[in-house]
């Protein structure tokens, strides 16, 4: 009888106290715990793709900013958008007589002059066309300055200092010039070369320019009055005589 008894006490004690094998626990206990791993890297990796939607989200904007589409259709007068990887978004207002012109008729002349253009490239792409208050504005925006170009028949450049100096664009305009970071510095032409790899603007026509939200306005020509670190308007005559420079730190 005590045999029994002590028998089935240690039969007790080593299944635990529901009667289960003490094994089948020790196993049960380790899926938990895995599962429990798996179930924080799950949060963990959940938090991370967010962090990255949130990042990208913020790039963009941080790219964009006011230097977005939004900021031309806005605009009252010509207007460049310049973007970081050399393509960028120019808004042309011009004066648009009804009695003199006919809007359907500029309409069908700007899709044919692009289709004509662009064939199969798609370089320079319409983003809008509307006429108001006495006034026709169009978006355009083109993948680089050589479109620009050869679409309108006007000099233009957006790139280094150096290739510009190189291609033998007239950049007279911009020589003292006050730098905006230092006012005791003035622009010579030692500086073509010290600045040999900034980017550099340049147009031969009236229009206020923004330059990438990252980028800061280094030198201007007499032509543009500085509005803030990345906007610059059109403030004296701009043509191929004095074109409208800007050098960026």
Known sequence: MSDRVSQNRYSRSQKGEAGADPREIARARARMQRDAQVKKKRRIMAVLLLAVAVAAVFAVYTVLGQNSLETLEEAQRSTALMRANGEFTLLSVEDFAEEQYDEKELVRTVDESLEAYNGEQNQITEKGISFEDGKARLILHYKTD????????????????????????????ILSSVSRKNSGKIFSKADFEALSDHTLVY????????IPDRKKILFATPNLRVVTDTEADAVGAVDKEHPAIIIME
């Open 203 to 210: 147009f031969a026509e009236p229009v206020d320019i923004h």
């Open 146 to 173: 050589e479109d620009y170009e050869s679409f309108n028949h006007t000099p233009m450049f957006y790139g280094k200092v150096t290739e510009c100096v190189e291609s033998g664009y007239d950049l007279t305009s």
